[in-house]
């Protein structure tokens, strides 16, 4: 069974950091594009991460570039989002998305070009 799973969402005050991560099963990370996408109440969902096959190129949405830093570990099968500074506003539902067999570009995959996705995680900057 082919499953995306997120974690490491919680609540932090603003300033303050999360790093979450997402874990694949049922499929290997070889090849494959991922991106990390949030979505706040009565909002679109946004994209604001993804990366390459081989971790070599990153893009990152201007409103966490210098913040937020995604990377991935192949041989284990996850993906992790380090959100640093983080502000209010980055209050989501954060999700990770997989296609395979994909060529990375710039900017970001969109939303529908993307098969696997997770369930989210809830991720809040409150003081």
């Known amino acids: 069974q082919l499953q995306l799973v997120e974690s490491g969402g919680g609540l932090v005050q603003p300033g303050g950091s999360l790093r979450l991560s997402c874990a694949a099963s049922g499929f290997t990370l070889d090849y494959t594009i991922i991106g990390w996408f949030r979505q706040a109440p009565g909002k679109e969902r946004e994209d604001i991460s993804c990366i390459s096959s081989t971790g070599g190129s990153t893009d990152y949405a201007d409103s966490v570039k210098g913040r937020f830093t995604i990377s991935r570990d192949n041989a284990k099968k996850m993906v992790y989002l380090q959100m640093n500074s983080l502000k209010p506003e980055d209050t989501a539902v954060y999700y990770c998305?997989?296609?395979?067999?994909?060529?990375?570009?710039?900017?970001?995959?969109?939303?529908?070009?993307?098969?696997?996705w997770g369930q989210g995680t809830q991720g809040t900057v409150s003081s």
């Open positions: 998305a997989v296609v395979k067999q994909r060529a990375f570009r710039v900017p970001c995959l969109r939303p529908p070009e993307y098969t696997y």
